[in-house]
């Protein structure tokens, strides 16, 4: 097939701006390259030992990576004027602080990746100039606070991850600036007091995780502004009462974890705001009686985990021996869960008990 002079022009002119635009517009050490022409610019500068964000980035990227490099610290407007750019990868560098302005120069933001850096604290105002930020994972830092007002600005944030940090407490007001929230993750942390009003105003919240805390107790009306709730793990932390104010208000929960706490006595109301509940995980507690009617209203309740506990196999018992040999929930495992106390009933499987053998 011959090729025109003019095609033939047009082809070098094309190679030609491509070349040029590496050279000339691609970071010292980094690879810029599209996926297609709708696609904005991916620039890839990690695992490079780049100690700062380069000074001279595309106008046209709307990815960086800057994930594995030696990078310390952000200062202002480091990413300014690009308009395009959506995600930024800052993950396993040794930023220990950055500028309160640092994103402020990419108002198209989406999404600030900063796990696994060594940012100890949160100052007031931490991201602004962000308003399109949706995600922002803080994951494996060593951050121990931050307060009413580090995430002001941020209404659009709907994933926050902070698991594997300090932090120590959770303020009152602690996410008011962010109320399209739907993910919140804390989980590994070390938190012990939670403010009655720290989660007011994520009426969006669909899954909050606290997960292995130093948790001791839920204030009365903590968890009630998350009308829209529908995951909550409080695995491995220390609760050791719950009562009918504890889960109150959460009338979307559909799965609760809260195994590995320090609960002996689960009360009949405990779950009565609950109605919607089908995953319920109470094993590894201190459990030795479950009241009768405790899981009365939850008609939906598919699966639940209750082994692990130390039952106390007296008359106390019998609404719970009833319960397990009438519901068509599923019991998981239903090998081990077995009498604690008293010794002539150790070790006698729940689910083979009869009301008979339950005296007082």
């Known amino acids: 097939m011959r090729i025109s002079r003019t095609a033939s022009v047009c082809w070098v002119v094309l190679v030609l701006v491509g070349v040029s635009r590496q050279v000339l517009g691609c970071p010292s050490g980094c690879k810029c390259a599209k996926q297609s022409q709708q696609d904005g610019l991916d620039v890839d500068c990690g695992d490079q030992r780049m100690k700062s964000v380069p000074s001279k980035i595309p106008s046209d990227a709307s990815t960086i990576k800057l994930a ?3 990078i310390t610290n952000i200062g202002a407007n480091a990413f300014q004027n690009l308009n395009h750019l959506k ?10 602080g950055f500028d309160s302005r640092a994103f402020a120069g990419a108002k ?10 060594n940012i100890r604290s949160l100052q007031s105002k931490a991201f602004q100039g962000v308003p399109s930020l949706k995600y922002l994972i803080l994951g494996k830092n ?9 995430f002001q600005g941020l209404s659009e944030l709907s994933d926050l991850d902070m698991p594997m940090n300090n932090i120590t407490s959770l303020p009152a007001l602690a996410f008011q600036h962010t109320p399209s929230l739907v ?14 009003k720290a989660f007011v105003g994520l009426k969006n919240l669909d899954y909050l995780n606290l997960d292995n805390n130093k948790i001791t107790t839920i204030a009365p009306g903590t968890l009630q502004s998350l009308q829209n709730l529908e995951m909550l793990v409080l695995n491995n932390n220390n609760i050791k009462r719950v009562t009918s104010s504890t889960f109150k208000g959460l009338t979307n929960l559909r799965e609760l974890y809260f195994s590995n706490n320090m609960v002996s006595v689960l009360t009949k109301d405990a779950f009565n705001s609950n109605i919607k509940l089908t995953q319920l995980t109470i094993s590894d507690n201190k459990i030795k009686v479950i009241e009768a009617g405790t899981f009365s209203t939850l008609s939906g309740l ?16 019998n609404p719970l021996v009833q319960w397990l040999a009438t519901t068509k929930t599923k019991i998981l495992p239903n090998s081990v869960m077995k009498c604690y106390t008293p010794k002539p009933m150790q070790d006698k499987r729940l689910q083979t008990l009869k009301s008979t053998d339950l005296k007082c």
Request: aromatic share 8%; net charge negative.
């Open 68 to 70: 594995n490099n030696e």
């Open 142 to 150: 060593s951050i121990l606070s931050f307060t009413s007002s580090t």
């Open 87 to 96: 995600n930024i990868h800052l993950e396993s560098n040794h930023i220990s």
């Open 108 to 117: 198209s933001l989406q999404m600030i990746n900063l796990y696994g850096n």
């Open 302 to 317: 598919q699966m639940i985990y209750l082994h692990g506990n130390p039952y106390h196999c007296d008359c106390k018992l």
């Open 183 to 196: 993910i919140l993750d804390l989980a590994y942390n070390k938190i012990q007091q939670i403010s009655p």
